[in-house]
């Protein structure tokens, strides 16, 4: 499967060879960067790249080198090194031996680490910063500011930018197996292609047990990455200027260690979630971890957890600053950060439970960074609840946002865009030392190649200094990431695809994948929406005209990564929407019937395309849910190693036996009543069913 990076470095010769003739004839508009650059001013004049070579005057490290083939690759233009040609030289020019890596204590602005400048005039090309990261994000950027000429030929726009990050710790949080699916090694380094395209600088590496940890041989050994898996992660990274951090659980969600027996009665209560901090066992395994973590991860951060510690909250329900719950968290808590501070790392920490429980914030332990998270955008618009707590102590911390997409069918981009927005404007006021995208996948079917657009947008919103433009990022997103002759196509399927989910969300709740499951035939659900079934409709025909562009792309470049995802999230909207639309209309033929109805007419209710065995409501059903089983099943294996994939699809079998027997207790009910036999209800016939 092409990368996404190569697909989008071939858009930049097909975009000027697949225009057509009239659009040619323009005078190129000057295109819209992701991430905007801070300062930017184009001149008149361009140059042709075919009068390009290569000329760097930069001592050369291994993340220089990368930097060169990234430029080379993207510009697929036979670029090669300066000789006694009359070429116009593209110069690349480090200034400083500043690490490749963001580092603790980093500052953004126009002096930082990785602000970068690229002059493009009639003497050639420069880009030059004082760091590799720095001439890494140039490239990146003179990548996008190809364009056309009226001849078709590819040319760079005679410009001068001076561009830096807004937010020195711009990350993406990737739940890589612990809460649902495990990503597969090569999708990882997928993510760090693209996360590094838009500018993004740490990769937070979720783990609740899914390391492998020498000496636990029992801990998810089908649903973990090796060691060696890992340290390939790491120097992956690197090349792309991305410091892996390790975020670890060291308190709570630790239900994958305390299921086995030899461990559980390490928990607060036995096969719990959280340690019991009192037994001094736990501190040896912790400290073992640390070891190992510290070893296999050279970034100078991690992040020990310590979220979500349910069992503490309501030990503390009455909020008492010096409880015994609060005193255990605080000492875990320390404990835990001086075992990696001794080493060297600077510890962070989810602020959750730190901000809803007094007396816990003042006592932090101290150079803690605390990460402050709530993916709702509404409510609490300036995230005041999360941030004054820290703001009033001193407390360094990094906003915590999220890409809706567990618990969804499909991504909600437009709360995930407001929660990143909002959450930075309240993170700027905070002085937030950057933002944290977080990718989780609870619900356990999460296809999380559909959230890609969702970190890109993170990343982006986080360097720029000028706020997102939101209602083109479709259009510029699509323009950038693929070729001209499927981008259009592809931004049309995420505005619907997004319109679908929202739709269905006003029907069915914020969690419609969980609600797919449900059974649609019970008198609450029955009730509930019929007064939502225009929204149903809706959801359907937004799916509907996103698979009309999804299929188009497929049609003219089938080899597009992640279009089958894609397709799959728009179908499943579709089906949910069929499902519940249609289970309202056979309640509703039902209930014309009287309770003693004659044969003749419970003949004409079942006429009326209920549950014959070729085309039918039941049977579209059964139809829809075997053929999206295959289509999941598929791309499922894009992305993610078979742990997990058996439970996720005994969901889809258990959805499609319901339907069938339904069916064939209806079918039951054709051949067997008789004129006088009383009518059972829809939900005699379906009740057993599920």
Not at 286 to 315: C, H, I, M, Y
Not at 665 to 683: A, I, M, S, W, Y
């Amino acid at each position: 499967m092409k990368s996404l990076s190569r697909l989008s470095s071939l858009a930049l010769v097909a975009a000027c060879f697949l225009l057509s003739a009239s659009l040619l004839r323009a005078q190129p508009v000057h295109q819209r960067l992701l991430p905007a650059p801070a300062q930017i001013e184009y001149r008149d004049g361009s140059l042709n790249l075919s009068e390009l070579c290569l000329a760097r005057v930069t001592p050369s490290t291994k993340e220089d080198d990368f930097a060169v083939q990234t430029l080379t690759e993207g510009l697929h233009s036979g670029l090669r090194a300066c000789g006694h040609g009359k070429n116009l030289p593209i110069r690349l020019q480090r200034t400083g031996d500043i690490g490749a890596l963001p580092m603790p204590n980093e500052t953004p602005g126009p002096n930082s680490r990785e602000a970068y400048s690229i002059a493009i005039s009639r003497d050639g090309v420069s880009i030059g910063g004082r760091s590799s990261a720095a001439v890494y994000y140039g490239v990146q950027t003179l990548l996008q500011m190809v364009e056309c000429d009226a001849h078709g030929a590819s040319r760079l726009p005679f410009a001068t930018v001076h561009d830096w990050p807004a937010l020195s710790y711009r990350g993406t949080l990737m739940d890589a197996g612990s809460e649902g699916p495990m990503l597969t090694l090569d999708e990882v380094k997928h993510q760090l292609d693209f996360i590094a395209k838009w500018k993004g600088n740490q990769y937070f590496f979720y783990s609740e047990g899914n390391i492998e940890m020498h000496g636990y041989p029992l801990l998810n050994p089908n649903a973990r990455f090796t060691q060696q898996e890992v340290r390939d992660i790491v120097s992956y990274a690197r090349d792309r200027h991305i410091d892996v951090v390790p975020a670890v659980e060291m308190y709570a969600h630790l239900h994958d260690l305390f299921r086995i027996e030899k461990y559980s009665d390490l928990a607060d209560f036995p096969h719990g979630t959280q340690f019991n901090p009192n037994d001094p066992r736990v501190q040896a395994i912790l400290q073992d971890w640390a070891n190992q973590l510290n070893a296999l991860f050279p970034s100078k951060f991690v992040d020990v957890g310590f979220d979500e510690t349910w069992s503490l909250l309501r030990a503390n329900e009455k909020g008492k600053a010096d409880s015994m719950a609060v005193q255990l968290f605080i000492k875990q808590l320390t404990t835990v950060a001086g075992m990696f501070q001794a080493q060297g790392k600077t510890v962070m920490a989810y602020a959750d439970i730190m901000v809803k429980i007094p007396g816990i914030v003042p006592r932090l332990p101290k150079g803690l960074i605390a990460l402050p998270w709530w993916y709702e955008p509404f409510g609490d618009a300036q995230y005041k609840r999360w941030l004054e707590p820290l703001v009033a102590e001193h407390v360094p911390h990094i906003v915590t946002s999220g890409v809706t997409s567990w618990d969804s069918i499909a991504p909600d981009y437009s709360k995930s865009f407001e929660n990143i927005d909002s959450l930075l404007v309240a993170g700027r006021k905070s002085h937030s030392l950057g933002l944290l995208n977080t990718l989780w996948t609870d619900d356990g079917q999460t296809l999380l190649q559909m959230s890609w657009p969702g970190i890109a947008y993170g990343a982006a919103a986080a360097w720029q200094q000028a706020p997102m433009q939101r209602q083109t990022f479709f259009a510029d997103y699509s323009r950038i990431q693929y070729p001209p002759e499927i981008a259009a196509d592809f931004s049309a399927a995420l505005t619907s695809l997004d319109a679908a989910e929202t739709s269905l969300q006003k029907a069915i709740g914020n969690e419609t994948m969980n609600a797919f499951w449900k059974n649609p035939f019970r008198p609450s659900s029955l009730q509930a929406l019929k007064p939502k079934r225009e929204d149903l409709r809706q959801a359907r025909l937004h799916a509907e005209d996103a698979l009309e562009h999804l299929y188009a792309i497929k049609a003219a470049a089938p080899g597009t990564p992640h279009i089958d995802t894609f397709i799959v999230g728009a179908q499943i909207i579709d089906l949910a929407g069929m499902k519940f639309i249609y289970a309202g209309e056979i309640s509703d033929a039902f209930r014309t019937l009287p309770t003693h109805p004659t044969r003749e007419q419970l003949m004409d209710v079942l006429g009326q395309d209920i549950s014959n065995e070729t085309h039918s409501r039941i049977m579209d059903m059964m139809d829809g849910l075997t053929e999206t089983r295959r289509s999941y099943k598929a791309a499922w294996e894009q992305q993610y190693t078979p742990y997990r994939m058996g439970t996720a699809l005994g969901r889809w079998d258990a959805e499609y036996e319901f339907w069938r027997r339904a069916q064939a207790k209806f079918e039951d009910l054709r051949t067997g009543f008789k004129t006088g036999d009383p009518l059972p209800t829809v939900q005699q016939l379906t009740s057993t069913a599920h």
